[in-house]
């Protein structure tokens, strides 16, 4: 038995980590812990059978639901808390997701501490179970990557507040670099350029969001934008 809690890694996964090592799933097992840990609570059993395999009948897929918990039991009996009625991962296991949602609330929230304005998003984190094309899926992916990308903006305002404008620079153009038609984003990477005394980065970055706004979506910049840049 692994003496190191059990760790879900959804970003560039499923897999599972125990004691540092990354396990290989079996791809009922992927599914349901998905399933599971992007719920964060406890998960009706019919639910789960029905949505992780809608081209089965109900009764057939409460019994391929089953058969994965049946083999997850043997093969990894830490993972999932199961009754007659409902199914949840065990307390004790970890997912990186949860983890990283928490990051961002609390940069939002404004409760972050120094160890989390070091700890910025990797790029691969802003993509959640990729390839997977299932709504929920798709939903949860959504969801999460907003609110890293508020998590990261909030993190280069605090970074400025700190006057620590290399590490806001650099924050900046991750977050801009995911969604280069997202203002807010491109918003921080300039007020970033501006508080490092670099303006000409600054009108360049907006120079260049302006051009892909105009091409891409037929519009402009926001005039609160244009504003910021213009009067540097």
Known sequence: MSADPPRLCLFNGPYLVLDGEPVPLADGAKRVLAFVALR?????????ARTLWPDLNPPAACGRLRTELWRMRGALP????ATKCTITLRPEVGVDMRDRYDWAGRLVGGTATEADLRAPPAEDEFELLPGWAETWVILARERIRQRLLHGVEALVARLLDQKRTAEAVEAALLVAGID??????????ASAHLAGGNVADARRAYDEYRARLRRELGVDPSPEFAALVSSS
């Open 40 to 48: 964060e609570s406890l998960v009706d059993r019919g639910v789960a």
């Open 78 to 81: 830490r993972l999932i808390a």
């Open 180 to 189: 280069p038609l997202r203002e807010s984003a491109q918003r921080a990477l």
